[in-house]
Structures are given as C-alpha cells and as structure tokens.
C-alpha cells in the first residue's frame, strides 16, 4: 500500500495549491480520508476529512474557510485545494486514510496509511 503525495511547493501569500493523494496497492473508495498537516515546531494536526462517498465532510476551525477536501473514488485519488495562502499555512501536509473507528477522525492514531508527505512553503 501506497499513498504519494504530491502538489506541494514555494509560494507566495495569496496563491492557491491543489495537493493530490495517490493511492496504490488499494482502493479508496471504502475508507474515509484526511488530509493533516505538520507545521515547523508543531505536532501533526488535523485539517479536512471526507466520508467514502463524499457525502460528507469535516474540518478542523483553521479549515473551514480557505480549505477543501475532496476525491475521485474512480482516479483512486484524494485532493486538499488550499486558497489564499498564508505563511502559517507553511506546514508537511499528510494525506491518510482512516483505518480503526476508536476515537474521532482527527485524531490520527486512527490512521495507518499515509502518505509521505508534501511541503508546502508560503512566503510572506
């Protein structure tokens, strides 16, 4: 099983990223994913998560705004759009894919898939 990340990259305040989670060796479409993030300093914190079917979503108070998570079951891919950058968006930003039901979804013990994670650098 695999997840690559991709997407991430330097940019200034304002832009707008699209991250891409590929998955391999698995299908999607039965797990909920999110998208998490590690900033410079900071333990890994949950951003946005989406059901299986899409039907519904979840985000951290910091996402509700500039964030959006979505995926395309049949490309085997999940997706965090990210717009009007700010440097404290400046994270690692982790795609996974929900595997124990224990806890709530953000918290990310519940996760054993993830990706490898993707830099996003937003300057000032």
């Known amino acids: 099983v695999q997840l690559q990340a991709s997407g991430g990259g330097v940019v200034e305040a304002g832009a707008s990223l699209r991250l891409s989670c590929v998955a391999s060796g698995i299908a999607i479409e039965t797990y909920f994913l999110s998208w998490f993030r590690q900033r410079p300093g900071k333990e890994r914190e949950f951003v946005q998560g989406i059901s299986a079917n899409s039907a519904l979503t979840y985000e951290s108070d910091f996402a509700k705004v500039r964030f959006n998570v979505s995926r395309d079951n049949f490309k085997n891919t999940g997706y965090l759009h990210i717009s009007n950058l700010k440097p404290e968006d400046t994270a690692v930003y982790y795609c996974?894919?929900?595997?124990?039901?224990?806890?709530?979804?953000?918290?990310?013990?519940?996760?054993?898939?993830w990706g490898q994670g993707t830099q996003v650098t937003v300057s000032s």
């Open positions: 996974g894919l929900r595997t124990r039901y224990r806890s709530r979804f953000s918290d990310d013990h519940e996760y054993s898939y």
